[in-house]
């Protein structure tokens, strides 16, 4: 079995990432940053129009119709230009929500906004700190009027529409659409580890809302999605990475010290090495999660663990490391490096942290080895 991308899947991240080293230079980034923006709209307007985010979305809807083994290809562009963009939240969560659950009337209203950019969606979830478990939803729908604080809720502030996990006139655990353009919809900035990523507190006041999927599958329905959704991830973080590896090297390339390239040292030597072998752990981890994904496979669940769990290991080690190759310049604000620290810390527990996933892997495994 041949785990690569086609020569055709090449030459799109080829012309992908020549679009972003043109129009999300780091600049962008920082510029996101201090502004109080959410995202880069400029951006997300060129690349939704060019059909690079709705490669997955079927053409029927405004997509490109191309699949997932394209979308990873420009998930790992994105996470390599730290491109300040809704991606996570927008084009892995709330396409995908719709794409597996949402009625025939939701898709046709949805995405096709989603697909050109017309509209963002992200998804509610978490209520307090720690990790969201089914016994810590206390979001309640009655009536179809949904009473809830969810926080934080990445990209809230400019999200048009949000899938919420509450808690049914039944009490099971269900998914709804909210349009947060309601006045009984109150959103509030949030800072995180990543300014460059922004996040709300969302306060739902009796918001009007309809439901998406099965009553009662909400919980099951958002597993099956973070499981796709984190191969996704993967790719951004195996791209941020791998761009943090070569910022490493080069710098020990350019950098002298006692008269030799601190390249030349030992201790930057090992460095470089655990993290290309990190790097290519996680890739080759990636790449079976990106089939598994394309395919549809069984193996799916296993294998998005996988890739999250090495993804997310590398994409830590190289973005530290990146710092301490750089030394005492590497800590401060007018260098590059804390960037990828930042992004690589809040990918880390986007769709959970690792200790979540460790379990997903684990509960995976034991059915097999049995």
């Known amino acids: 079995m041949h785990f690569d991308f086609s020569d055709e899947q090449k030459a799109l991240r080829d012309s992908f990432r020549r679009n972003l080293e043109k129009n999300c230079p780091i600049s962008s980034v920082r510029a996101i940053i201090d502004s109080a923006a959410g995202h880069d709209a400029a951006l997300w307007r060129n690349l939704s129009q060019g059909g690079f985010l709705a490669a997955a979305i079927p053409e029927a809807f405004g997509g490109a119709g191309a699949g997932y083994l394209e979308l990873c290809v420009v998930a790992e562009e994105c996470g390599r230009a730290l491109a300040p963009l809704p991606t996570v939240s927008s084009v ?16 046709a209203a949805w995405l096709p906004k989603l697909a050109s950019g017309g509209a963002i969606g992200t998804l509610a979830l978490a209520e307090r700190p720690g990790e969201t478990t089914p016994s810590s939803i206390e979001a309640r729908v009655v009536g179809g009027r949904l009473t809830a604080i969810k926080i934080p809720v990445a990209d809230g502030m400019a999200a048009d529409i949000a899938l919420v996990l509450a808690r049914d006139e039944r009490n099971a655990l269900s998914l709804f659409l909210a349009r947060l353009s309601q006045a009984e919809v109150e959103r509030t900035p949030v800072k995180t580890i990543d300014p460059s990523r922004k996040h709300a507190r969302l306060v739902f006041n009796r918001a009007e809302v309809e439901p998406v999927g099965e009553p009662g599958q909400g919980w099951k329905l958002l597993e099956a999605i973070r499981d796709r959704a984190a191969v996704l991830v993967a790719f951004e973080q195996i791209g941020g990475a791998d761009r943090a590896l070569t910022m490493a090297r080069d710098y020990a390339l350019q950098r002298f010290a006692f008269g030799r390239q601190i390249g030349s040292f030992q201790a930057i030597k090992h460095m470089l090495v655990d993290m290309y072998v990190s790097l290519e752990l996680a890739r080759s981890n990636c790449y079976f999660g990106a089939w598994a994904l394309s395919a549809n496979s069984e193996s ?71």
């Open 92 to 107: 892995y969560q709330a396409t995908e929500f719709l794409l597996a659950a949402g009625s025939a009337a939701q898709k």
């Open 300 to 370: 799916l669940p296993a294998a998005a663990a996988r890739a999250r769990l090495a993804a997310t290991a590398a994409y830590q080690l190289c973005s530290t490391n990146n710092i301490q190759v750089h030394g005492g310049m590497g800590f401060t604000w007018e260098f590059d490096c804390h960037l990828y620290y930042r992004r690589s810390n809040y990918l880390a527990l986007a769709l959970g942290g690792p200790a979540l996933w460790e379990s997903r892997l684990i509960g995976q495994i034991r059915p097999a080895a049995a």
